[in-house]
């Protein structure tokens, strides 16, 4: 992952990079579950579900799979539309969630992996939650993860993002 998000253009992520069905979910921004879950609006059910505790609230809720049917199957041409997708989705969730909870304590974490077809495309998720201290963490060993390119990354990581010719400060594997 580090080599990807190193060698991915990030300079000027904006909403035209997001799937119109994720801008959408960024744009009716975020809200609080009656367990005190941070959920993206646009992705909480309508009838709210029964969960082990918040982290599994909000990472069922919140997570997805990120749109790539629409991208090449080039490796070359396919791993950077997508991850520029991830990246400018996770930027402005991030930034509504700072807006709505005044805090930066939502973290985001995209994952890559190849689908298990025959064509072994690049496919990616991405999802949200709140590291809380009576709770495990969502992946309590990035370091131990060896079936995905994962990331974690915070709004700190992501400030002026669009500025940066490279993405290099999100917690990663070695």
């Known amino acids: 992952m580090r080599e990807i998000l190193r060698t991915t253009d990030v300079t000027e992520l904006s909403g035209r990079d997001i799937p119109p069905v994720f801008l959408e979910v960024v744009e009716r921004g975020w809200s609080l579950t009656a ?9 909480r059910p309508e009838a709210s579900g029964t969960y082990v505790d918040r982290l599994a609230e909000e990472t069922t809720i919140n997570g997805r799979g990120m749109t790539d ?4 199957a080039a490796p070359g041409e396919r791993t950077p539309l997508l991850v520029r997708r991830c990246l400018a989705y996770v930027c402005a969730c991030l930034r509504k969630a700072q807006e709505e909870f005044g805090d ?8 890559l992996s190849c689908a298990d077809t025959e064509e072994a495309l690049l496919t990616s998720n991405v999802t949200f939650c709140t590291p809380l201290p009576d709770v495990r963490p969502y992946l309590p060993d990035l370091e131990a993860v060896t079936d995905a390119a994962v990331a974690e990354i915070s709004l700190e990581d992501v400030e002026d993002v669009e500025d940066r010719s490279a993405w290099v400060s999100p917690r990663l594997p070695s």
């Open 35 to 43: 367990a005190g879950g941070r959920v993206l609006t646009g992705l």
């Open 69 to 72: 049917h629409d991208l090449p």
């Open 104 to 111: 930066t304590q939502v973290k985001a974490y995209v994952s």
